[in-house]
C-alpha cells in the first residue's frame, strides 16, 4: 500500500524493499529513524509500567539471532539513499548497539556525535540503578555541504539567568527531554516525542528538505516533518501499524509547527565591531571597578557592562585583561 499526503510518500513495506524500489541514490537529505530494538516483544510490555491496551498491535520485532545482518541490511540502504552530506540519527538501546555500531562502521558515514537521550519513564528496579537513556547515533555521508544550524534555536549571545550561554547548553550531548504521556490514547510503542524529533530536524534540515524514517511506527517523524515544512518518505512494515498512523496524516497541515517554535535572538551587540574611544575604555574600567567593589563576580560584571555599553564579552574582557 502506498498512500501520497502533503507532497509526502508512505509505504506499508519492509523498508530495505521499499526503498530499493522507490528511493534513488544520494536523494535524502536527513534520516531520523528508530528501529525496532531485538527485545522479545512479550517482554518490552512489562518493562513500562502503562496499560498496553492503547498501544496499537501489530508491532514487528527482529529476532536477536538475525539482528545483525538486519541492521546491517537497512544500514547499507540507508548509506546509499542520504545525499552526499546527508545526515542520520539512530536512536538505539543499549541492549542491541554494538550490532548498530558494527554495521554503521561498514559503510562510510561517519560519527558527528554519539548523543545520550534521558528521558523521564525508565524501568523500575529494586537491586540494580534505573535505565533511562538511549543513544542517538548522529552520522553524515562524507562528500557535501552538511547543514548544521547553529542558531536555529538560540543565538550566540543568549544567556540563562545564572549567565550560561544557552546556545552552547542547547547544543552538550545530552538531551534531557521527556517522552509525551498520552493517557487514554492509542500510540505506537516507544513513540519519540515531539520536541525531541523537532529538535534534530531544526538543527540538520532546511525548510523543503526530504526527510526519512524508515521505521515510521507511530508516524511521529512523518508529523513533525511536515509540521516543520519539510517533505518526508518514510516506510513501515506492520499493516496495522500503517493503517493507523495514515489515518492521522490528513490531519497535519504543512508547516503548522513552525509558528510555535521559539525565535533565536541572533541579533549583534548594538555596538559590536566599532572601534573603542579612549574616553569609552576608561569608563568602562570605572564602571567595572564599580560592580566588582558592590560584589558581582567577574562574569556577572561583564555581562552588565555588555548590556550597558552595546558590546560583546570577548572584547569586554580583552579590555579589561589588557588594561584593567
Ligand atoms: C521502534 S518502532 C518506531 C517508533 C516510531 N519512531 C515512533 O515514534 O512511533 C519500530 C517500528 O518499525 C516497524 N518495523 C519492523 N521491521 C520493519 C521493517 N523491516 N521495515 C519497516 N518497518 C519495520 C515496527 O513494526 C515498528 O512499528
Known amino acids: 500500500m502506498h498512500a501520497r499526503i502533503h507532497d509526502s510518500d508512505f509505504y506499508n513495506m519492509d523498508c530495505v524493499d521499499g526503498a530499493q524500489e522507490h528511493v534513488p541514490n544520494d536523494s535524502i537529505d536527513l534520516i531520523i529513524t528508530d528501529p525496532p530494538y531485538g527485545i522479545d516483544g512479550a517482554n518490552l510490555d512489562t518493562h513500562y509500567n502503562r496499560n498496553e491496551s492503547f498501544v496499537v498491535d501489530g508491532y514487528v520485532e527482529i529476532p536477536l539471532e538475525v539482528y545483525g545482518s538486519f541492521s546491517l541490511d537497512w544500514i547499507k540502504e540507508a548509506e546509499r539513499i542520504l545525499r552526499p552530506g546527508g545526515q542520520i540519527y539512530i536512536i538505539s538501546g543499549y541492549t542491541n548497539l554494538y550490532h ?9 558515514l561517519y560519527e558527528v556525535n554519539h548523543l545520550i537521550w534521558k528521558y523521564n519513564f525508565g524501568v523500575y528496579t529494586k537491586r540494580k540503578y534505573v535505565s533511562s537513556h ?14 548544521f544550524n547553529l542558531h536555529c534555536r538560540y543565538g550566540q549571545q543568549e544567556r540563562s539567568a545564572d549567565d550560561r550561554s544557552l546556545n552552547y547548553s542547547d547544543r552538550e550531548d545530552v538531551w534531557v527531554i521527556n517522552r509525551e504521556y498520552k493517557p487514554g490514547r492509542a500510540k505506537n510503542k516507544n513513540e519519540l516525542p515531539k520536541e525531541l524529533l523537532t529538535k534534530m530536524m531544526q538543527y540538520s534540515s532546511n525548510e523543503g528538505d526530504l526527510v ?34 495514515i489515518q492521522s496524516m490528513n490531519e497535519v497541515r504543512p508547516g503548522e509547527i513552525i509558528g510555535s517554535l521559539r525565535r533565536p535572538r541572533t541579533e549583534a551587540p548594538a555596538n559590536e565591531g566599532q572601534r573603542w574611544t ?19 563576580l567577574k562574569k556577572e560584571a561583564v555581562h552588565e557592562l555588555g548590556r550597558q555599553f552595546g558590546r560583546g564579552r570577548f572584547s569586554i574582557e580583552r579590555i579589561i585583561r589588557e588594561k584593567g
Open 100 to 108: 548498530i555500531l558494527h554495521a554503521l562502521r561498514q559503510t562510510c
Open 134 to 147: 538511549y543513544h542517538i547515533l548522529y552520522y553524515a555521508k562524507p562528500g557535501g555541504d552538511r547543514v
Open 212 to 245: 526519512c524514517d524508515l521505521f515510521m511506527g507511530g508516524f511521529s517523524t512523518a508529523r513533525t516533518a511536515i509540521g516543520l515544512g519539510r517533505r518526508f518518505v518514510g516506510f513501515e512494515v506492520s499493516d496495522s501499524i500503517f493503517a493507523h498512523g
Open 278 to 296: 579612549e574616553e569609552e575604555v576608561a569608563r568602562l574600567l570605572t564602571e567595572y571597578q564599580s560592580l566588582r567593589g558592590k560584589g558581582l
